[in-house]
């Protein structure tokens, strides 16, 4: 992890993408989903979105996580691809906020240069789908990706990884970012 005073002189880097359940999810009538990984605190946030691109919501939303976590009025670079509605999501999101917001776009086709955010994504599809085959098994139905239980489950299974996937320095991304042990029950 980088030290508080290279934080501050450095910022911190925060990925954004769009993902699908699956890769093979990717399919125009599909919801996408917006994750957001960062890479000091290792934490994930995910929201299904109605479409890609700028909305007043989701631009507060990404605002108020990243004021949230810790960083209103730091510097802090933000990365992505450059897929057009993600550029113009990162541009409204930095003019939201308080604090300089460098956007870094990653190469096309240099898929290794965005890597972070791609094993974020991973993680996050294979969590989901955990937790979606476990209330399937419990429940004795399928969930539908386009039910309001799938859409909740989405940043649900963000909280569960922030909460308690334990990293190599002993301590989660909740404990990261506010100081604290998560009290809750897993």
Not at 77 to 90: G, H, M, N, R, Y
Request: with cysteine; net charge negative.
């Amino acid at each position: 992890l980088v030290e508080s005073s290279d934080r501050e002189r450095l910022g911190v880097t925060v990925h954004m993408d769009y993902a699908f359940m699956t890769a093979e999810d990717a399919e125009e009538e599909m919801q996408p989903t917006l994750v957001i990984y960062d890479d000091h605190t290792r934490a994930f946030w995910a929201l299904g979105v109605e479409q890609k691109g700028v909305t007043e919501g989701i631009v507060k939303y990404v605002a108020g996580v990243l004021d949230q976590s810790g960083y209103q009025g730091q510097k802090m670079a933000f990365k992505s691809d450059q897929e057009t509605s993600i550029l113009a999501l990162k541009k409204a999101v930095s003019a939201e906020r308080v604090g300089e917001t460098v956007p870094i776009e990653s190469p096309v086709r240099a898929s290794k240069s965005n890597g972070r955010m791609e094993n974020a994504v991973k993680i996050w599809q294979e969590q989901l789908r955990t937790i979606k085959h476990d209330v399937e098994s419990r429940f004795g139905k399928n969930i539908e990706v386009d039910s309001v239980l799938f859409s909740w489950l989405i940043p649900f299974t963000t909280e569960i990884l922030n909460k308690f996937k334990i990293g190599t320095d002993g301590r989660t991304a909740y404990e990261r970012i506010t100081g604290h042990v998560c009290r809750h029950e897993q």
